[in-house]
């Protein structure tokens, strides 16, 4: 009997998870690194410019996306310590959607992938 490399959720939703930069499924690497770089690229930095002026610790993230490229949930196992930070962590993730909907091969395999990032703020947003 094959049984899936990631255990379900209760709900019978398949998810993938992604809580470093590598993984044996390649698929899944190249899909949450294009996520990361959306985010990287694209990101309006006036969105947390002040508040990353504050003393802050750098926020682990898991953002959990669909297969059709939309957030399930955004959350947070460490956060800044700055609300405003972590808010606008979640007002960019929001901003770019919709995120790349997941290829046929990863789709077939998952609902839902989550990803996880340690997000370090200064002149720019950058996901490690």
Known sequence: MNLPSRPASSFGTRRGR????T???????RYAEAWA???ELNMTFEMV????????????V?????S?????????VTSSGVPEIDEAIRRVVQSQLPYQVFPP?????FDVV???RTWHIDMAIRLY
Request: aromatic share 4%; hydrophobic share 40%; no cysteine.
């Open 62 to 66: 898991t953002v959990a996306v669909r």
């Open 49 to 60: 410019r002040e508040a990353a002026k504050r003393p802050h610790t750098h926020p682990l």
């Open 23 to 29: 993984d044996a499924n390649q698929e899944l690497v």
């Open 18 to 21: 992604l809580f470093g930069r």
């Open 105 to 109: 091969g990863l789709a077939s395999e």
């Open 37 to 39: 770089r959306k985010i």
């Open 68 to 76: 059709d490229g939309s957030v399930e949930s955004v959350t947070f």
């Open 114 to 116: 989550e990803i996880r």
